[in-house]
């Protein structure tokens, strides 16, 4: 394995704390609950594309690149977290956002101007068409582009979540804490990709769930995908394992009215994690992710005496276009 040696950009405020929810583990009667806080990268508002940006923009600097460019939805944390790491590279920023622009940036958006973002606005359908002029554009005036894909889900992105992976072993090594579950919103499939490969190489043995975040295309099997990214992460770091299609565990229980609608799973979730524990989970990602864990409990998944960790990915900026959702 060679991690040490990939080209990587600090960004993030790392270890992120641990801590307990015992309020909330109280009041649900629950398994003892955990949390990780990847809200707190310390990226522009933090959240977990801060540990994938570290080894994205790595590779970019390392290749001569001048421009981080990618593409998301209008509420896109990973747009925001990129625009973010753009600034602190000193590399320009072009996205590309789904739909049409605002009358007034709220939430992420407005975040993404402020960190000096140039935003292109494009239907769903005609992204790949736009990215390419805009990449064929930026070559002919003798820019470098570096394109990032969904999510950063890449092998290189989800890099940083191995090393999230051995950073939590060694902290409950250290607390001497055992976890039998970790919960977490799966969406680009980066994050859960670089977990497994990360339990694999940590020999961390725990369950991880991920709560699947979007439908899938006709025809796509995500945890294929999943399969896809891990080997390719394992690939990147140097690290001999193969990945399939059943080293994953994806909840799918979870989807409401699909992507970024937000229904009383999300609204419960994020209201309780808020009133009782002082902490902010996002509408789109998190929140239901957290709607998730409650049911799970509720369903009695989890022994008594286990022990749950929620992984906070962040996204809280999106709340503040979210709300007439939540109110
Ligand atoms: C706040 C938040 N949580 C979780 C995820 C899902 O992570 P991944 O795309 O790596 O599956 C995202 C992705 O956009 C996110 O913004």
Same mark, same amino acid.
């Given at each position: 394995?060679?991690?040490?040696?990939?080209?990587?950009?600090?960004?993030?405020?790392?270890?992120?704390?641990?801590?307990?929810?015992?309020?909330?583990?109280?009041?649900?009667?629950?398994?003892?609950?955990?949390?990780?806080?990847?809200?707190?990268?310390?990226?522009?508002?933090?959240? !977990?594309?801060?540990?994938?940006?570290?080894?994205?923009?790595?590779?970019?600097?390392?290749?001569?690149?001048?421009?981080?460019?990618?593409?998301?939805?209008?509420?896109?944390?990973?747009?925001?977290?990129?625009?973010?790491?753009?600034?602190?590279?000193?590399?320009?920023?072009?996205?590309?956002?789904?739909?049409?622009?605002?009358?007034?940036?709220?939430?992420?958006?407005?975040?993404?101007?402020?960190?000096?973002?140039?935003?292109?606005?494009?239907?769903?359908?005609?992204?790949?068409?736009?990215?390419?002029?805009?990449?064929?554009?930026?070559?002919?005036?003798?820019?470098?582009?570096?394109?990032?894909?969904?999510?950063?889900? !890449?092998?290189?992105?989800?890099?940083?979540? =191995?090393?999230?992976?051995?950073?939590?072993?060694?902290?409950?090594?250290?607390?001497?804490?055992?976890?039998?579950?970790? =919960?977490?919103?799966?969406?680009?499939?980066?994050?859960?990709?670089?977990?497994?490969?990360?339990?694999?190489?940590?020999?961390?043995?725990?369950?991880?769930?991920?709560?699947?975040? $979007?439908?899938?295309?006709?025809?796509?099997?995500?945890?294929?995908?999943?399969?896809?990214?891990?080997?390719?992460?394992?690939?990147?770091?140097?690290?001999?394992?193969?990945?399939?299609?059943?080293?994953?565990?994806?909840?799918? $229980?979870?989807?409401?009215?699909?992507?970024?609608?937000?229904?009383?799973?999300?609204?419960?979730?994020?209201?309780?994690?808020?009133?009782?524990?002082?902490?902010?989970?996002?509408?789109?990602?998190?929140?239901?992710?957290?709607?998730?864990?409650?049911?799970?409990?509720?369903?009695?998944?989890?022994?008594?005496?286990?022990?749950?960790?929620?992984?906070?990915?962040?996204?809280?900026?999106?709340?503040?276009?979210?709300?007439? $959702?939540?109110?």
């Amino acid at each position: 394995m060679r991690i040490e040696a990939l080209a990587r950009f600090r960004l993030a405020q790392l270890p992120t704390p641990i801590e307990e929810l015992k309020s909330l583990s109280r009041e649900l009667g629950g398994p003892e609950l955990l949390i990780k806080r990847d809200d707190q990268t310390g990226l522009a508002l933090g959240g !977990n594309k801060t540990r994938k940006l570290e080894f994205l923009v790595g590779q970019a600097l390392e290749q001569g690149a001048d421009t981080l460019v990618t593409v998301g939805a209008a509420q896109s944390n990973h747009c925001r977290q990129t625009a973010a790491a753009a600034a602190r590279a000193g590399l320009r920023c072009e996205l590309l956002l789904n739909g049409i622009k605002p009358e007034l940036p709220n939430g992420n958006l407005l975040l993404d101007e402020l960190l000096g973002a140039r935003i292109h606005w494009v239907q769903r359908s005609e992204r790949e068409v736009k990215l390419s002029e805009i990449l064929a554009e930026l070559r002919k005036q003798g820019g470098k582009p570096y394109v990032i894909p969904v999510g950063g889900s !890449n092998g290189v992105g989800a890099t940083g979540y =191995v090393l999230a992976m051995m950073e939590l072993a060694e902290q409950l090594n250290r607390l001497n804490q055992r976890v039998d579950h970790v =919960v977490f919103a799966s969406s680009s499939g980066g994050t859960q990709a670089g977990l497994v490969v990360g339990a694999k190489v940590t020999g961390f043995d725990t369950k991880l769930h991920g709560v699947r975040i $979007d439908k899938d295309d006709e025809g796509a099997i995500y945890e294929r995908e999943l399969a896809e990214i891990a080997n390719e992460t394992a690939k990147y770091i140097d690290f001999d394992a193969q990945f399939t299609a059943k080293d994953f565990n994806v909840e799918y $229980d979870y989807l409401g009215y699909g992507y970024g609608v937000v229904g009383d799973l999300e609204r419960e979730a994020i209201r309780l994690l808020a009133s009782r524990e002082g902490i902010v989970a996002d509408p789109v990602y998190t929140g239901r992710a957290m709607g998730a864990l409650l049911d799970l409990i509720r369903k009695k998944v989890f022994r008594s005496g286990e022990t749950v960790l929620f992984w906070h990915t962040g996204g809280a900026p999106a709340l503040f276009a979210y709300a007439e $959702d939540l109110v």
